[in-house]
């Protein structure tokens, strides 16, 4: 669930028009809904739509075809491909369809192994899934996007998955951009959004040095400089 192939809202939970009913009907109980939004990466590799995979790991190859449980929304890969592209005549590299998303819009591809290393925080790969480049206007502009359908459909707000792997001016600018697509006025009054900012030995560098990667007096000034709160 936390590995997104498109921004459409239909999928194996239900639709579209089901997910705006059942935030209608928790309004209108006084009960606000919050979506958690996954804006630091997509899915990982080898379970997309490609015809042909190929795995050479354990002194022998395993083969597999298409996976097709993201029913509309396709994606590709560049994991256990072997075969070239027919129209590029080659290897088949990350891409999005439905989100808009080609390999240019991603990280290149590296281990995460570090958590004290505010770059590999941000540009290494979650658990080997594909790493939105977030410095990009264009990924930004989609990702401000999405959060603007979601708050059109009566969410609430968000819980941003992931959000410690994102630079906290990235995450600053694409709030700015959802707030200028919803006019640039005051948020609506039950707005509220939160991070997931998980705490452990990156303590120091997430909230007591001051910092690129600061989550805490760090974050707030650029969210003050974007006109936010």
């Known amino acids: 669930m936390y590995q997104p192939t498109s921004y459409k809202l239909d999928g194996r939970m239900g639709t579209r028009a089901q997910l705006k009913d059942m935030i209608d009907t928790c309004r209108a109980a006084g009960v606000r809904v919050y979506a958690d939004a996954v804006i630091n990466h997509m899915t990982g590799g080898g379970n997309d739509v490609w015809q042909s995979h190929r795995n ?9 075809g298409p996976k097709e449980s993201t029913g509309k929304s396709p994606f ?20 999005y369809p439905n989100a808009g998303y ?37 990924v930004r502009e989609r990702l401000a996007a999405y959060m ?4 059109g459909i009566g969410f609430s707000g968000f819980r941003i998955d992931a ?13 700015k951009k959802f707030k200028d697509n919803l006019g640039g006025a005051d948020l609506p009054d039950d707005f509220i959004t939160y991070l997931e900012v998980i705490m452990g030995g990156e303590m120091n560098l997430l909230m007591c040095q001051d910092g690129i ?3 805490g007096k760090s ?6 400089a974007a006109g936010l709160s």
């Open 213 to 215: 990667y600061n989550f």
């Open 219 to 224: 974050f707030a000034d650029k969210m003050t």
């Open 148 to 151: 603007t359908d979601l708050v």
């Open 56 to 64: 050479g790991n354990g002194g022998g190859c395993a083969y597999w």
């Open 163 to 175: 959000a410690k792997h994102i630079y906290p001016d990235s995450l600053a600018n694409i709030f």
């Open 102 to 138: 080609i390999a240019t819009d991603f990280h290149c591809e590296r281990s995460l192994n570090s958590w004290t290393d505010p770059f590999l925080l941000n540009n290494g790969w979650l658990v080997g899934l594909a790493d939105l480049d977030t410095e990009s206007d264009y």
């Open 76 to 95: 590709f890969t560049h994991d256990f491909m072997y075969f070239p592209d027919n129209s590029t005549t080659l290897p088949p590299g990350l891409e």
